[in-house]
């Protein structure tokens, strides 16, 4: 079965810190990959898709990279409002495939 | 402006079916893919399937497949869902998301969100 892996599945970094947290797809897949934030109690929020597009007023700190197998999500300067929990996204073929999440604190 | 607005919590027991349903405002309903998403207490989300609101077409993920039935009514602008044969593990937050009008594109716009509960 497909599958898309996230590392770490937490992390803890300080106000300004830049953070990278990385998705990899079972077999290689296109670019068709977004990333999502889940702040706690709310909807998933969508933040880049296609890889490295940033989804209209989400904020320039946050850039996507990545090609065949291996994806990354980078918040440059992280913020407060930063805390949630970060999901990859696959939708290339049915099943659209989430990773299994990422949950960003502040130290 | 675009909205997804879900129904209600619901409890059910183990065996019974649930329907969810998602209204939708404020777009052209047809021109659209709608996704369902659920996810369980403490857990990450899970993708449950999509449905062409042009044509009711839909694809299931395997999980669920056959169990799970996904309809639209164009006339009102709304989704459902249908889970039947429930169990405690199907307990969780169901999310109705907007896709694209192309069927390969993520999720921008969700629904609140349907707590269902499962248990005797």
């Known amino acids: 079965d497909f599958q898309m892996t996230q590392s770490p599945s937490s992390l803890s970094a300080s106000v300004g810190d830049t953070v990278t947290i990385t998705c990899r797809a079972s077999?290689?897949?296109?670019?068709?990959v977004a990333w999502y934030q889940q702040k706690p109690g709310k909807v998933p929020k969508v933040l880049i898709y296609?890889?490295?597009t940033l989804q209209s007023g989400v904020p320039s700190r946050f850039s996507g990279s990545g090609s065949g197998r291996d994806f990354t999500l980078t918040i440059s300067s992280l913020q407060p409002e930063d805390v949630a929990t970060y999901y990859c996204?696959?939708?290339?073929?049915?099943?659209?495939?989430f990773g299994p999440g990422t949950r960003v604190e502040i130290k | 402006q675009v909205q997804l607005v879900q129904s209600g919590a619901e409890v059910k027991k183990p065996g019974a079916s649930v329907k969810v349903s998602c209204k939708a405002f404020?777009?052209?309903?047809?021109?659209?893919?709608m996704h369902w998403v659920r996810q369980a207490p403490g857990q990450g989300l899970e993708w449950m399937g999509t449905?062409?609101?042009?044509?009711?077409?839909?694809r299931y993920v395997e999980k669920v497949q056959g169990r799970v039935a996904m309809t639209r009514d164009t006339s009102t602008t709304t989704l459902y869902m249908e889970l039947s044969d429930l169990r405690s593990d199907d307990t969780a937050v169901y999310f109705c998301?907007?896709?694209?009008?192309?069927?390969?594109?993520?999720?921008?716009?969700w629904g609140q969100g349907t707590l269902v509960t499962v248990s005797s």
């Open positions: 998301a907007r896709g694209g009008w192309l069927e390969l594109w993520p999720f921008e716009y």
């Open positions: 404020g777009y052209s309903f047809t021109s659209y893919y």
């Open positions: 449905i062409n609101t042009s044509d009711g077409e839909t």
């Open positions: 077999q290689g897949i296109s670019n068709l």
């Open positions: 296609a890889v490295s």
């Open positions: 996204q696959s939708y290339n073929s049915v099943p659209w495939t």
